[in-house]
């Protein structure tokens, strides 16, 4: 016969003695009441080997119903060789929940630890790829459970539709969450090695880019005759000046900006590898500056939207305008002013370091790294105004008209 289980009028029919005693439930699950009338639930069970034991809270605030449910979650991480004790040891120095084993809120868990450190658009661009091409496939499946061929089918989902980088780029979120959840106690291995060679190898597409100094003029004159607002027609003649990223230029703000000391100190939190940057202005960067700032200098951005003056410029301004006067976005791209700059600054003999800082590319020393955020700025000074110099004679050079020749 099997044993008796527990009922709320029993357990409310208890009183203190003058030692803790137990009322069991069955499953391991008992009621402790001590001698001050507290009663804590726990569960006794077995993990390798071992006779272990469990708090799942205080009754009342825990009833009887909620304690049978914490028993099943404990005896579901049991038979998934999960030591629910050692989990949440782990959990609580990591400052986590612990208690979710299934891929999805694992998932998420990770990446609200580890969105801390990036900027929005990357972290932005890891959750949605995430709710978009895994979650609804893999999301509810207990992370244990899942192996290899279970994770391939997504992969090869994403793959299929013209998208082999990101289905790249997926793997290796979900590699960083099985480690994580290895951490944490609630998985045993990264499937994602066992898929090593399993998708086909991402062909490199570089940015397009100009390297022709007459076609580089060309592209000059063409921007200097932009026929659209004072706000995307600056950014778009100081983006060669610069040579920054899309988000760091449009979402620019006026107290970065030492116009008297020629620098643009852009903070850590919206650079993509997490530290300030130091940008040399050189003087035709200064002057498109102090041009704009009678439109913009009251506002938030230097480079406000065109239709709501709260938020920054649109990320598609300045492609949009360079499509305008002739340059589809095979041909030339935002980003395109930074290879541009690079290729141009190399060839003249240019410092590599000096031109790698000004790229803001992470340095392979990360304790160095932490500490040369405004390394080679002397050089990079000189480096910038010869560039700007350079821009100027190209200019010259062909004498373009203001949009581009077909």
């Not at 003058?18 to 699950?29: A, E, S, T, V």
């Not at 890891?126 to 192996?147: N, Q």
């Not at 920054?244 to 852009?266: G, T």
């Not at 990360?366 to 110099?389: C, F, G, I, S, T």
């Amino acid at each position: 016969m099997p044993p008796m289980r527990l009922t709320v009028v029993q357990i409310e029919a208890q009183r203190p003695r003058n030692k803790p005693f137990r009322l069991f439930d069955g499953r391991g699950l008992y009621l402790e009441v001590s001698p001050n009338g507290s009663r804590y639930w726990r569960v006794k069970y077995r993990f390798g080997g071992k006779e272990k034991r469990l708090a799942l809270g205080i009754y009342p605030e825990v009833g009887l119903k909620e304690a049978r449910l914490r028993l099943d979650d404990v005896r579901r991480k049991l038979r998934n060789h999960i030591d629910p004790g050692e989990q949440r040891k782990v959990a609580k120095a990591l400052g986590v929940s612990g208690s979710e084993t299934s891929f999805e809120p694992i998932a998420r868990e990770w990446f609200a630890m580890q969105s801390k450190q990036w900027t929005q658009s990357h972290a932005d661009k890891i959750i949605g790829r995430l709710e978009l091409h895994v979650f609804p496939w893999i999301g509810k499946r207990e992370i244990r459970s899942l192996e290899a061929p279970d994770l391939l089918p997504v992969m090869r989902r994403i793959e299929v539709a013209g998208a082999n980088e990101t289905a790249h780029r997926a793997l290796q979120a979900c590699g960083r969450i099985f480690r994580y959840a290895i951490a944490t106690g609630r998985g045993s291995r990264d499937v994602t090695r066992d898929l090593a060679g399993a998708l086909a190898p991402v062909v490199e597409n570089h940015f397009p880019t100009l390297t022709d100094p007459r076609a580089i003029g060309q592209l000059l004159n063409a921007i200097d005759g932009y026929q659209g607002t004072i706000v995307v027609r600056c950014a778009l003649r100081l983006a060669p000046l610069v040579m920054v990223r899309n988000v760091e230029l449009r979402k620019a703000k006026w107290p970065e900006l030492y116009l008297d000391e020629a620098e643009w100190r852009i903070p850590q939190d919206r650079m993509k590898k997490r530290r300030i940057h130091i940008v040399p202005l050189a003087r035709q960067a200064i002057d498109i500056l102090r041009e704009l700032k009678p439109a913009t200098s009251h506002l938030e951005w230097v480079f406000p939207g065109e239709y709501d003056r709260k938020r920054a410029m649109s990320e598609n301004a300045i492609n949009a305008a360079l499509r305008r006067i002739g340059y589809p976005k095979d041909e030339f791209t935002h980003h395109s002013f930074r290879s541009m700059g690079s290729t141009l600054l190399n060839e003249k003999g240019w410092n590599t370091d000096a031109i790698e800082r000004q790229l803001a590319h992470v340095d392979g020393n990360k304790v160095r790294a932490a500490y040369n955020y405004a390394e080679h700025l002397p050089l990079r000074r000189q480096m910038m105004q010869a560039l700007a110099d350079y821009y100027d004679e190209l200019r010259m050079l062909v004498r373009a008209p203001t949009t581009r020749v077909a």
